[in-house]
């Protein structure tokens, strides 16, 4: 599980924990070190996830700039390398190589909306999409999280990921980036066979919700 805490709804920086729960003992460990990550240039607002859906707050929606709150999996990495590179071998979850037809849809009228596709594979029929394949580093390599998944909501947001930031401190449009050396190793790290989720919250919703969610206790102290 990765888990990301901000301190309030606005808050476009956050902290990312890792945590493993063994089979044995069913209790969550922390594992590496706490690192910051960015957010949405307009923090967080409730997305369509695992979670059970929370009543209050605002939801987010297409070009909101902000990052989903809630629980989320996280169903594929990415990244420049080819299909035969060593992260392609090493991964644990479904790799999709960036190349220069691969683009993500946010168009919500499209039938391919808030999915990534081979655009020399399909008939186009989207007014915009993002390409995979950047100039600058922030797909060198990154994961997909399972965000409004099947059956996408048109409107409800697209094309969320885990990637690269721009810099240190820059929020995002929405995703969660974070430094490339820390992207790389976590995308090494999660493994498709433990069902590896995203949570992300601000704190107080957090605290409020982790006994029952089954989450690692945390506290103002971390």
């Not at 169903?75 to 037809?101: E, I, K, Q």
């Not at 721009?166 to 790389?184: E, I, N, Q, R, Y």
Request: with cysteine.
């Amino acid at each position: 599980m990765l888990r990301v805490i901000a301190p309030g709804w606005d808050s476009s920086a956050a902290v990312l924990q890792r945590f493993e729960r063994p089979i044995v003992s069913g209790d969550w460990q922390a594992c590496g070190p706490a690192i910051q990550v960015s957010l949405g240039r307009s923090g967080l607002a409730w997305g369509r996830g695992l979670h059970t859906a929370a009543a209050g707050g605002r939801v987010k929606v297409e070009g909101d700039g902000c990052a989903p709150a809630g629980i989320f999996a996280i169903s594929a990495v990415f990244g420049y390398a080819g299909p035969d590179s060593a992260l392609a071998r090493s991964a644990r979850l479904p790799y999709l190589a960036a190349t220069a037809d691969l683009v993500a849809i946010d168009d919500p009228a499209s039938a391919h909306y808030n999915r990534i596709v081979d655009q020399s594979a399909v008939a186009p029929d989207w007014a915009s999409c993002e390409a995979m394949r950047r100039a600058d580093q922030r797909y060198e390599v990154g994961a997909v999280v399972g965000y409004n998944a099947e059956p996408p909501l048109p409107g409800a947001g697209s094309c969320i990921f885990l990637h690269v930031w721009a810099a240190p401190g820059v929020p995002t449009a929405g995703c969660t980036a974070m430094a490339l050396a820390d992207m790389s190793e976590i995308a090494g790290w999660l493994d498709g066979a433990a069902d590896p989720l995203l949570v992300q919250l601000p704190q107080a919703e957090y605290a409020q919700r982790a006994s029952d969610w089954g989450l690692p206790a945390w506290s103002a102290g971390g």
